[in-house]
Structures are given as structure tokens and as C-alpha cells.
């Protein structure tokens, strides 16, 4: 019901920048990304909440920069000085709140397609 649409993966050199985005059919509560490498579970790398709390995986923090625009409800995660660990498959994730049919609110869950990140030495 609720789609999510990333962009901005690719190839880049160590110590270079990427800058993922994350674009809601609808508004979202929290929105946050998540990545996957080869071999891994999937991790939280940052999230931010409607009102712009934030909150970013000890791995990344400093580097990243999670941020959003709630008018076209698009989530952005700004990456710095990327590292060959950072590779990994990076997955969009959106949090909604919908009222059901017994008039109870309810949340549901929303992932991205994923988007490739590669950070070459």
C-alpha cells in the first residue's frame, strides 16, 4: 500500500560521498536505513523521527547524516568518508500510522527496494 523508492547508491572511492534518498507515497512517522552486507544480518544505520530526532549506528556516526523533508516525504542519508565496510545493500524503511477498520490505530511497515553501495579501497 505504502511505497518507498530509493536512489543514490553506486560505486565510490574510500574517503568519497554518496547521498542515498527515500521517497514515501505517503507520510511517514519514523524513516530510517538499514544495510546489508554479504554474510551480515541486516543492521539500523539511522533513523530520524517526524520532528527530526535522530539516531545513527555507533559505526557511522559522525560520517552520516540522516535528514528529510516531510513536505515531499523523502528521507536522505548524506554518507561522508565511506569506507570499504560500508558496502553493503542499503534498504529504506518508513513507519505509518492507519486507523483500521475496528477504528484503531494501527502501524504499519514500509520497506525500499535497496540500493547498492559499493566503496572500492
Known amino acids: 500500500q505504502v511505497q518507498l523508492t530509493e536512489s543514490g547508491g553506486g560505486l565510490v572511492q574510500a574517503g568519497g560521498s554518496l547521498r542515498l534518498s527515500c521517497a514515501g507515497s505517503?507520510?511517514?512517522?519514523?524513516m530510517g536505513w538499514y544495510r546489508q552486507a554479504p554474510g551480515k544480518q541486516r543492521e539500523l544505520v539511522a533513523d530520524?523521527?517526524?520532528?527530526?530526532?535522530?539516531k545513527y549506528a555507533d559505526s557511522v556516526k559522525g560520517r552520516f547524516t540522516i535528514s528529510r523533508d516531510n513536505a515531499k516525504n523523502t528521507a536522505y542519508l548524506q554518507m561522508n568518508a565511506l569506507k570499504p565496510e560500508d558496502t553493503a545493500v542499503y534498504y529504506c524503511?518508513?513507519?505509518?500510522?492507519?486507523?483500521?477498520?475496528?477504528?484503531?490505530?494501527?502501524?504499519?511497515?514500509?520497506w525500499g527496494q535497496g540500493t547498492q553501495v559499493t566503496v572500492s579501497l
Open positions: 524503511n518508513g513507519d505509518y500510522r492507519y486507523l483500521n477498520d475496528y477504528g484503531e490505530w494501527e502501524v504499519g511497515r514500509s
Open positions: 505517503k507520510s511517514m512517522n519514523t
Open positions: 530520524i523521527s517526524s520532528e527530526g530526532v535522530t
